[in-house]
Structures are given as structure tokens and as C-alpha cells.
């Protein structure tokens, strides 16, 4: 029997599915599927977020109530507006740029920030060239896990995510109680994106950016993350934060450069306490001239955490048969097969 077929008989064996109408959130495999009848709407599971664009404003209460019933979580609810009609908020959410306690939902444009993050990094060129000689971009898991184990390398995004995010205590916490199953379930949900900065003589991973592509030209981005000590402070004559700022600025930049030329709307939750450096790279406050976004913020329910498990079950089910059955056929175990990755 082919890995295929068993990676769908597993999806078989695990699927499951919750309706709250007109809402239905299925696991079928390793990605959670939430929709609207045939409308896709993006979320990412174990990410405990729903962020997507809804294309028919007349649909957005009835979608707002199902999504409230089954996930619960964080939920940006983006709709396309025309001029001089006013869209109502559902009940319970609120616009973002109106929101009186959650003032970190920032909002970019592709084209700005490839503009303001290279004057930034043409203040350092020849620290760019090092990066760019040290260092490759990678956006595919095949290439992602090329040469090594693939346990090894999602240790290492978890020590990256661990170790260097530098975000809130409960999301530091949330890093540290997954396991390396929790980080493989992260890439592999539909929708997921990533960009990866790699050292190529080693393999060490030193910055992390994953998108969720939420329909139309909107994206939501999550985990950014790059490792500090990749250069020298001296280079920036021992001030941090002119270091953070021009890595940060590399880390955006490349991404931006890897992400499909549709998608120039991004969505991003700046690190508290580091909203000024999210500006700095060109993002801002959400006050979208095409668009509404509406948000919610709450714990998730337990079907979404539910979900969340399972997901990750089947990624470690689906993982470990994979290397039983690759073990027996070959002493030396290929990279993660295609069958294996949702993408």
C-alpha cells in the first residue's frame, strides 16, 4: 500500500465535523477546514484564529454567529466596502481601529513595506551582502527538511519560536507547551504559508514568518520571528535596537518578496511593547480604505481546541507511519514524502 493511500485512510479514520449553521468546521486530515456552503473562510487552528475575507457583506452576521459558536478565539472578519455604504458590525465585534483595549492589529501594503524596508537595509549593505551570503531563504517543506531528519528540524523552529519570538508570556507559554508535533501541525494546516531564513552551513534556522492566505489580496501573518545574534551588535555600535530594527526589516523584506504577487494586504498582531518597530517597517494602524475589519477577541471553544488535538494526533499518527514504513524499505529515511505535506 502507497503512503498516499494510507495518509487517506488515516484522514478517513480522523474526520470529523461541527455545524453551526450556515458554519461547518471539518478536520479532514491534518487540515481544518472552516466554511460557508462553498465559501472557503480561512482560519488556522493552532494558531486559535480565524482570519478571513468575506466576499458578500450580506453574509456577515450569519457567518459571525456561526464562527462565534464553534471556535470562539481570535477572529478578524475582513469585508471588501463601497463608496457611501456603511457596513454594520455583527453583534459583538467591533472595527479594529475602534477597538478601545486591542490597539496592536496593524495593517500593510506589499509595495510599502518593500519600499520602507529597503532604505532601511540600504543603510547597512554590506551587512545585507552577509546575510545574503550566509544565509538561504527557504518558503517549501521539502526543501525545509532537505538533508536532515525531520524531527530535527521542527526542534528547531521550536527552539527559534521558544527562544527568540519575544512575544507575550501567554504565547511564550503556548511555544513552550507544544511539541514538536504542534510546531509540524502549524506549517501544515491549507492555507499556511512560510518564509524561512536559514544558515546554510549548518541548517540553523534564524528568522520565521508563516501567512494565512485569507482570500483576495489579504493575508494574515503570524510567528515573525528572527534570531538576533545572527549579527553582531558592534555592527550597530552596541544598540540593540537599531540591530532589531534592520533584522526585522530583513526578515519583512524577504518575506514580502516570497509571498505570491496577488497578496499585498497584511494583517499582523504587532508583539507588545514593539509596536513601534511594526511601523517603522511600514506597517499601520488598520484604517483600510477598500475594506472593514471587524474583530473579536475570546478564548476558544472547546471544539476548536478539540480540533487543535486531533490535528496534531493525526500529524504525529500520520508522521511516525511514515518513518515506520520508510525504515523498513530503506535504511536511510527519505525527507518528509509529498503525500505527507497538506501543501
Not at 471539518?26 to 472552516?34: A, E, I, V
Not at 528540524?153 to 519575544?166: F, N, R, T
Amino acid at each position: 500500500m502507497s503512503l498516499s493511500a494510507i495518509h487517506r485512510g488515516l484522514a478517513l479514520e480522523n474526520k470529523q465535523e461541527f455545524k453551526s449553521t450556515p458554519v461547518t468546521l471539518t478536520l479532514d486530515g491534518m487540515s481544518p477546514h472552516l466554511a460557508y456552503g462553498h465559501e472557503r473562510l480561512a482560519c488556522d487552528v493552532t494558531d486559535n484564529t480565524v482570519a478571513t475575507l468575506i466576499s458578500n457583506s450580506a453574509d456577515l452576521p450569519g457567518i459571525a454567529r456561526g464562527i462565534d459558536k464553534i471556535t470562539g478565539a481570535k477572529r478578524f472578519l475582513a469585508v471588501l466596502t463601497q463608496p457611501g455604504k456603511e457596513i454594520v458590525a455583527p453583534e459583538g465585534y467591533v472595527l479594529a481601529q475602534a477597538h478601545k483595549s486591542f490597539t496592536r492589529m496593524r495593517h500593510g501594503n506589499r509595495e510599502v513595506i518593500l519600499e520602507t524596508t529597503a532604505k532601511i537595509l540600504a543603510e547597512h549593505k554590506e551587512l545585507v551582502s552577509e546575510l545574503d551570503n550566509h544565509l538561504k531563504l527557504s518558503i517549501d517543506e521539502h526543501d525545509l527538511v532537505a538533508g536532515q531528519s525531520v524531527g530535527e528540524v521542527y526542534k528547531k523552529i521550536h527552539e527559534l519560536l521558544v527562544g527568540h519570538a519575544g512575544f507575550t508570556a501567554s504565547k511564550i507559554e503556548e511555544y513552550s507547551q507544544e511539541d514538536i508535533f504542534g510546531k509540524m501541525a502549524r506549517f501544515k494546516s491549507h492555507g499556511i504559508s512560510f518564509a524561512a531564513l536559514i544558515k546554510k552551513e549548518n541548517n540553523d534556522f534564524i528568522g520565521i514568518v508563516r501567512a494565512l492566505d485569507m482570500g483576495g489580496s489579504f493575508c494574515y501573518l503570524s510567528d515573525e520571528t528572527i534570531n538576533q545574534s545572527v549579527l553582531c551588535l558592534n555592527h550597530f555600535s552596541n544598540n540593540e535596537e537599531q540591530r532589531r530594527r534592520f533584522l526585522f526589516a530583513y526578515l519583512m523584506n524577504r518575506t514580502c518578496c516570497t509571498l505570491p504577487p496577488s497578496k499585498h494586504d497584511f494583517i499582523i498582531i504587532a508583539a507588545a511593547g514593539r509596536e513601534a518597530l511594526y511601523n517603522m517597517m511600514g506597517f499601520d494602524v488598520l484604517n483600510l480604505k477598500n475594506a472593514a475589519v471587524f474583530i473579536q477577541l475570546g478564548a476558544p471553544t472547546q471544539t476548536f481546541k478539540d480540533i487543535k488535538a486531533k490535528q496534531i494526533d493525526f500529524v504525529k499518527t500520520a508522521f511516525e507511519t511514515e518513518m515506520k514504513i520508510t525504515a523498513e524499505i530503506s535504511p536511510t529515511p527519505p525527507p518528509v514524502s509529498k503525500s505527507y505535506s497538506s501543501r
